[in-house]
């Protein structure tokens, strides 16, 4: 059974940073492109980031290119987002998901049909 669990979540003001992570079990992690989606209230869950399977490629919304940062380690299953100068429009509840296939690049992973498991979530507030 797959599991993503995220974690790093919290309350920050704008203009700082939090760093999110997901641990990933029960899936031959190496093989699988990740990303980070998020969802607002009241808003359809969005891709933040995407990361190919390999860690080369990378993929980034407008709306977080040159302040968020997507990695990926393969010895320890993990895929963090790095968020930088973080503004209150960041706010919402934040999603790892691993890809429907494997061997794919970020490119090719810019939808939710392109994910089949999610994390449960965690919440990220920035107050002004």
Known sequence: ???LVESGGGLVQAGGS??????A??????????GWFRQAPGK???LVAAIGWSGVS?????SVKGRFTI????????????MNSLKPEDTAVYYCAAARSPVRPAAAMTTRLD???WGQGTQVTVSS
Not at 71 to 82: E, F, P, Y
């Open 1 to 3: 059974q797959v599991q």
């Open 44 to 46: 359809e869950r969005e």
């Open 71 to 82: 990695s990926r380690d393969n010895a320890k299953n993990t895929v963090d987002l790095q």
């Open 58 to 62: 990378t993929y980034y919304a407008d």
């Open 25 to 34: 079990s029960g899936l031959t992690f190496r093989i699988y492109g990740m």
């Open 18 to 23: 939090l760093r999110l992570s997901c641990a």
């Open 115 to 117: 994910y089949e498991h």
